[in-house]
């Protein structure tokens, strides 16, 4: 029997708009209501806990469902427009102050995403680690970007292509990037995480943890 990851349930139905995954099977779990990308982000993060890669002082952008406060000694979440808002175009806090930033499905949604980056770069302490998401880049040969938020689009400003990696070694060209595919635990639909660090250490601790990674800069 498939189990969710985050809060053990068993019951699955159809997404939004009744939508069912690209597998055919039910996303949405129907205790904590958690999708495809919550669970499978959950499974890499407790493979990184494992590791030593998940502690310290960490920061989230916007909700989700991927960690737990308890796995920290301080945890901090922003909502933009909401609590704790916080622009990521121009973070107010100091540099170095994180051990791991998570930024799921947040960047699609900003109207510069180069200074997101770089902003999200300079929060994260030298061997820290910002865990990052867009949806399905795979989808896409190539981003396209329309300079506004489309209304019909979620809001979005950008639909992400596989270019992206490319996009990252413009905008993050000093750090070490990555990106690993991992199908999620239910719907065994495949999601990609990216991954940025100052730090070669921690590059590599990343690799041990997750195995076989695409490596997309390497300083």
Not at 44 to 69: C, M, N, Y
Not at 118 to 142: H, S, T, Y
Not at 144 to 165: A, C, L
Request: glycine share 6%.
């Amino acid at each position: 029997m498939k189990q969710c990851n985050i809060c053990g349930g068993t019951e699955f139905r159809p997404g939004p708009n009744g939508r069912m995954s690209s597998t055919g099977k039910p996303p949405l779990c129907g205790k904590c209501f958690s999708l495809e990308r919550h669970r499978t982000y959950r499974e890499i993060l407790l493979e990184l806990k494992k590791h030593g890669l998940v502690k310290g002082k960490a920061i989230q952008f916007s909700p989700d469902k991927t960690a737990e406060a308890d796995w920290f000694d301080e945890f901090e979440v922003s909502v933009y427009g909401g609590e704790n808002s916080l622009d990521i175009q121009k973070i107010d806090r100091p540099n170095k102050t994180y051990d791991l930033i998570l930024c799921n499905h947040v960047l699609e949604h900003v109207p510069y995403d180069n200074a997101a980056l770089c902003e999200l770069m300079r929060i994260l302490n030298k061997d820290g680690l910002l865990f990052f998401a867009v949806p399905a880049p795979v989808q896409n040969k190539v981003t396209r970007d329309w300079g506004f938020p489309k209304e019909e689009d979620h809001g979005h400003y950008r639909i992400y292509g596989d270019d992206f990696r490319h996009i990252l070694q413009k905008y993050l060209e000093p750090y070490h990037i990555s990106s690993v595919d991992k199908p999620n635990p239910v719907t065994e639909m495949p999601e990609r995480v990216y991954f940025a660090t100052k730090s070669r250490e921690t590059q590599e601790r990343l690799q041990n943890a997750l195995g076989r990674m695409e490596i997309i800069n390497a300083p």
